[in-house]
């Protein structure tokens, strides 16, 4: 089992729909952070985490310490926001390694 | 915000050859930083720890040998990819901490 798991691995959505996708880990750590991976590979940093929750534009990231579990949430989905993307989380020990999801594909179709 | 840069984004080379990969954060200073590896429609995997001004630290099954580090400055780290076979291509990035983590563009190597 990984120590940080994503769900679901595909999600096809329609414009403008809800989107969530969810990330579970199994270990201490001290920040996580929710990824954009684009076609070309480019990685982008959306959100770092330690508790509560985060809003940019029409994301939102939240996480629950208790629960070891974090949603990166997307509303009024749109194509381009077709991508994949990666929960990370860094360890406690904060040597600044981060262990990753397995990644969601995620493709808003018009 | 920081920003990391890795040269090239792409590079295709013969097999037996070496290639470098520069990995320099831009307006920080990174005593650490990390090299991944990506294969297709995996998710990322740290191949070690670039420290600068000494030895990088290694996952294991990674070849030290075959994937060397050198972090001579405190804003540039390389990966040096030695006697490149079609096995090594692949897609690696590089990120360094400040605060987050922040990731160079990656670099595409195709091996032929």
């Known amino acids: 089992k990984n120590e940080v798991e994503q769900s679901p691995q595909n999600l096809t959505a329609q414009e403008g729909e809800f989107i969530t996708i969810n990330c579970s880990y199994s270990?201490?750590?001290?920040?996580l952070h929710w990824l954009q991976q684009h076609p070309g590979g480019g990685i982008v940093s959306l959100f770092m985490l330690s508790s509560g929750k985060k809003k940019h534009g029409r994301l939102i990231a939240t996480i629950n310490i208790q629960e070891k579990h974090s949603s990166l949430h997307i509303t009024a989905s749109h194509p381009r926001d077709s991508a994949v993307y990666i929960c990370?989380?860094?360890?406690?020990?904060?040597?600044?390694?981060?262990?990753f999801g397995q990644g969601t594909t995620l493709q808003v179709k018009p | 915000g920081a920003v990391v840069s890795q040269h090239p984004s792409r590079v295709i080379c013969k097999s037996g050859t070496s290639v470098k990969i520069e990995c320099r954060s831009l307006?920080?200073?990174?005593?650490?930083m990390f090299w991944y590896r990506q294969f297709p429609k995996q998710s990322l995997m740290l191949m070690a720890t670039s420290n600068e001004g000494s030895k990088a630290t290694y996952e294991q099954g990674v070849e030290k040998d075959k994937f060397l580090i050198n972090h001579a400055s405190l804003t540039l780290s390389t990966l040096t990819v030695t006697s490149a076979h079609p096995e090594d291509s692949s897609f690696y990035i590089c990120?360094?901490?400040?605060?987050?983590?922040?990731f160079g563009q990656g670099t595409r190597l195709t091996v032929v």
């Open positions: 270990v201490g750590i001290s920040a």
């Open positions: 307006d920080f200073q990174a005593t650490t």
């Open positions: 990370a989380a860094f360890l406690n020990s904060n040597t600044g390694k981060l262990i």
């Open positions: 990120s360094a901490k400040k605060g987050g983590a922040f």
